[in-house]
């Protein structure tokens, strides 16, 4: 039974009840047969489960296994003991993949409250009829048939069709998005034309789990408890929606299959080679003992080209790249709770978002007048509310127009307590919804003032005069026909209209009765109230234009309040962009994909419709985020790529569902988080440049001397490069500033590849670049010291050699660093020199250091295999101008690459 659309004696006679409730032993067995009024719990994720899902990430994967087969390989090599320094990668490695995941799990540990606080139900206990007596249980124990007594202030605890009200209004915009209480009523529903349901927010014969009363009072019978409330099928969504990847937890997979191909490959190579060096160039007999030896050799050689090939310290680098940003966010009062999520903000396309309390205020207030004394009119709408503010009150207190109209007052210094001692109310016509007005009588001097406020269609037809000029006028035609133009242009607005009269008392009048007194009043004039835009949304929105990002509201309000708002924010030019959610029932998900670019306002949306707006831009393969405050805002907050919820005024429902919160419900901190976004992202997009880049040369030089049969690189050398030389600059560009252009930058698209506009060329032709002057360096060392190049091939060492190399690489990969701190643009450029990134000067400072005590120092020139006195100033000024040519030579490529086009604008 749709209960919204029938008479109450039918519905009560479905649920098997009465208007006098429930016995408590019928109570008892449908408590027992349907279960607690409580939604279902969530499996909770053990921190184990949750740590080796952690350990499931491609690159970490990547990361044990390499580690695995070097400790095979230190094994082997030992003969069977191996020692602490020949497992010394295989350590690092394992610290490296512990400490990321650790890291991770404590920057998300607070991340998975998602449904606890639906656990806890709005209402602690509830006012129930049981044996005809009002008695209080728990909101749990309430029952399907229960009738429920509700007044001002009362959360609602299940859904209920209403059986008795008095004037009473219920605040919904947490679960319809609806910013004014709705009034409430007992007679069935019509459906209207060829409608198969009336919309959540129209059903004013309901009430539901999640809501609150704002004004009057009623009684209601329970129709849903649990799961099979509103509330609860929110609660199943949100069970069923899934996370997808991010965009950057895709780019790493695609990373991870790369480097896994490249890797495989390369061990292919180094294999194939090896045999052929052995037993075709080498002369050396065949035999199953000597391709033995020649498998190992080989095998060996080429896992370390492998290792060499893996960024070790880059899953670590980017870890506590996205954690230094989550601690920037938050200074800027966008609260992450997922890591990975943080970059997702820089690719956004569409940020779909609630109107209420997210663009507006959420709350009322009077923007314009229609009067001749607005003293009068603002005193005469204080008088005639029932909401209280005191003199040092921030806001009003109440149902929230009246504390519009109290506040409204206020701010013209006609404070409410002083007129509720002035003006004491001694009697009144409590507002109902049929006539749609009410009236208060009042003590002024020896007599009285009665006070009525309410539509102003109705009340101007009660007036006989009119207040003109400060004196009381018959009222005309001409007069309410200008009444009802300006009526007309404020509700061209979106304004709620309000009117409001006095009619003055020699005594007390006979009768409070509405009938006696509301007739021959004298009309003061009107208000227009609105829930105002947020300042701070204009210059928002624009950003937002500017970045290539596309607002989208999605509001369960009416759709010319909608239009309003959105015109006045500049989300929308005119009404045809925006149409109501039962508009989208008529399209099936695919033909929504195509619809969903047409329009930029939702309006009288209920939850499924924002999911299904959400998923249909997603399946445009646009990065969406959703913003929202209330409990119907959390399926689509779940469902979208970024969800983003209000820290003040949202429910703790979305907040625990949503990927960032607003700390100040602020709609610009979404901006500032975009920006932020924007600069992580492209921060590691740097930071993986500079590391596949080196590492690239370093694959290359370590093949190199594989092929030619000489050692440029040690195991030790390459673990310095990557752990220490690596790491240091890449965490050091991880804290660069944002690029002065980022947010005129369109939005990446979430299918964009890593290795896209330009990054694979880029990697390659530096990687190569670095290569040969690394292999200059060690040639030019070779050289040198032997005072020839005979010898270089047939594999005899040379230390002077390995340590300039060594040396040059060190320097080159800071120079790389450097010129990374702009992928696309000039290092030279005055941005760049006037934002010097001090980090990355530390990094350069201490990296160099430390290289050269490891090539000085007499203890450490033993572990990095130098000879003492070999290592001269001479070999070090080659080495560090070497290393010092990758400036020039990659700001020259960068301005050919720019001139060409090849970064596609950027």
Request: hydrophobic share 45%.
């Amino acid at each position: 039974m749709e209960f919204y659309l029938e008479d109450k004696e039918k519905v009560l006679a479905e649920l098997q009840s009465s208007e006098q409730g429930l016995s408590s032993e019928e109570a008892a067995q449908r408590l027992a047969r349907d279960g607690k009024n409580k939604l279902d719990e969530p499996e909770k994720v053990s921190l184990g489960k949750r740590f080796i899902s952690s350990l499931a990430d491609p690159m970490i994967i990547m990361l044990i296994v390499a580690a695995a087969i070097q400790a095979v390989v230190a094994v082997i090599e030992a003969g069977g003991r191996p020692t602490v320094r020949g497992f010394a990668d295989v350590i690092v490695i394992l610290v490296v993949v512990i400490l990321n995941t650790i890291m991770s799990l404590v920057q998300e540990s607070k991340a998975e409250a998602a449904m606890d606080a639906l656990m806890q139900m709005t209402a602690a206990t509830s006012k129930v009829m049981r044996d005809g007596v009002m008695t209080v249980i728990h909101s749990e124990d309430v029952v399907k048939g229960d009738v429920i007594v509700l007044e001002a202030g009362d959360a609602v605890p299940a859904d209920c069709r209403i059986l008795e009200e008095h004037s009473m209004k219920a605040e919904e915009a947490a679960l319809t998005g609806e910013s004014v209480p709705v009034s409430k009523i007992v007679d069935a529903l019509m459906l209207r034309d060829d409608k198969k349901t009336v919309p959540l927010g129209d059903r004013k014969n309901m009430v539901y789990s999640g809501s609150t009363i704002a004004y009057g009072r009623g009684t209601a019978v329970v129709t849903a408890t649990g799961m099979d409330t509103e509330m609860g099928k929110i609660a199943d969504a949100l069970s069923l929606a899934e996370k997808e990847q991010t965009p950057l937890q895709k780019k790493m997979a695609e990373l991870s299959q790369f480097l896994t191909k490249l890797v495989i490959g390369i061990c292919v190579v180094v294999f194939i080679v090896g045999i052929v060096q052995r037993f075709v160039l080498g002369g050396v007999a065949f035999s199953a003992a000597a391709l033995g030896d020649a498998a190992l050799d080989t095998f060996i050689a080429a896992i370390a080209l492998a290792v060499a090939a893996i960024p070790e310290g880059l899953p670590a680098v980017v870890t506590i790249i996205l954690s230094i940003g989550v601690t920037a966010m938050s200074k800027r009062q966008a609260l992450m709770r997922k890591l990975s999520a943080v970059e997702t903000l820089g690719c956004t396309q569409i940020i779909c978002s609630d109107k209420t309390g997210t663009l507006t205020q959420n709350k009322m207030t009077v923007v314009d007048t229609f009067t001749d004394d607005p003293l009068l009119l603002a005193k005469a709408m204080a008088l005639c509310s029932d909401a209280k503010r005191g003199l040092g009150d921030h806001t009003a207190i109440g149902e929230p127009t009246e504390a519009a109209l109290v506040n409204h007052a206020h701010d013209l210094q006609l404070y409410k307590d002083e007129l509720d001692i002035n003006f004491e109310r001694v009697g009144e016509a409590p507002f109902d919804s049929m006539r749609k007005m009410m009236s208060t009588i009042h003590r002024e001097g020896d007599g009285y003032v009665q006070y009525t406020k309410g539509a102003t269609e109705i009340l101007i037809d009660l007036c006989s005069h009119v207040l003109r000029d400060g004196k009381i006028v018959p009222i005309t035609d001409e007069y309410k026909a200008q009444v009802a133009e300006v009526s007309a242009q404020f509700s061209d607005r979106a304004l709620r209209v309000l009117g409001a009269c006095f009619r003055n008392w020699d005594h007390f009048p006979e009768s409070t009765e509405a009938e006696y007194l509301e007739h021959d009043m004298v009309f003061i004039g009107m208000v227009g109230m609105i829930d105002p835009c947020r300042p701070e949304v204009y210059e928002a929105i624009q950003r937002c234009r500017e970045a290539g990002i596309r607002p989208v509201m999605i509001t369960g309000d009416h759709k010319a309040t909608a239009v309003a708002i959105a015109k006045d924010l500049g989300i929308v030019t005119d009404a045809s962009q925006a149409v109501e959610g039962s508009f989208l029932d008529q399209f099936t998900d695919e033909q929504l994909i195509d619809e969903v670019v047409k329009y930029s306002v939702y309006a009288r949306v209920q939850p499924e419709h924002k999911t299904r707006i959400v998923r249909a831009w997603k399946a445009r393969g646009k990065v969406t985020a959703m913003t929202g405050d209330g409990v119907n805002d959390a399926p689509s907050i779940k469902a979208s790529d970024i969800g983003i919820g209000m820290g003040i005024t949202g429910t703790d429902v979305t907040k625990s569902v949503a990927d960032m919160v607003l700390a100040d419900d602020n709609f610009a901190t979404i901006v500032n988080a975009v920006e932020e976004g924007r600069k992580i992202f492209d921060n590691i997009c740097k930071v993986l440049q500079f590391q596949l880049s080196t590492n690239m040369s370093e694959v290359i030089i370590m093949f190199v001397s594989a092929l030619l049969n000489f050692t440029i690189l040690t195991p030790v050398h390459l673990l310095w490069i990557n752990m220490v030389t690596d790491s240091a600059p890449g965490l050091a560009l991880g804290m660069e500033k944002a690029e002065e252009d980022i947010m005129r930058r369109k939005p990446r698209s979430s299918e964009e590849g890593i290795f896209s506009n330009g990054a694979g060329f880029d990697m390659v032709w530096q990687g190569i670049y670095l290569a040969l002057i690394e292999l200059a360096s060690y040639f030019i060392g070779y050289h040198l010291e032997v005072g020839s190049f005979e010898g270089v091939f047939a594999g005899h060492g040379c230390a002077n050699a390995v340590a300039m190399a060594f040396l040059t690489v060190n320097f080159a990969e800071m120079m790389c660093a450097i010129n990374m701190r702009s992928r696309h643009g000039s290092l030279f450029s005055r941005d760049m020199l006037i934002h010097i990134n001090w980090w990355l000067v530390g990094a350069f400072i201490l990296t160099t250091a430390l290289t050269l005590l490891a090539v000085f120092m007499p203890g450490l020139q033993q572990v990095f295999g130098i000879e003492p006195g070999t290592f001269q100033m001479r070999e070090l000024w080659i080495s560090a101008l070497l290393g010092l040519s990758t400036v020039p030579v990659f700001e020259i490529g960068k301005a050919i690459r720019r001139a060409t086009g090849a970064y596609g604008g950027k």
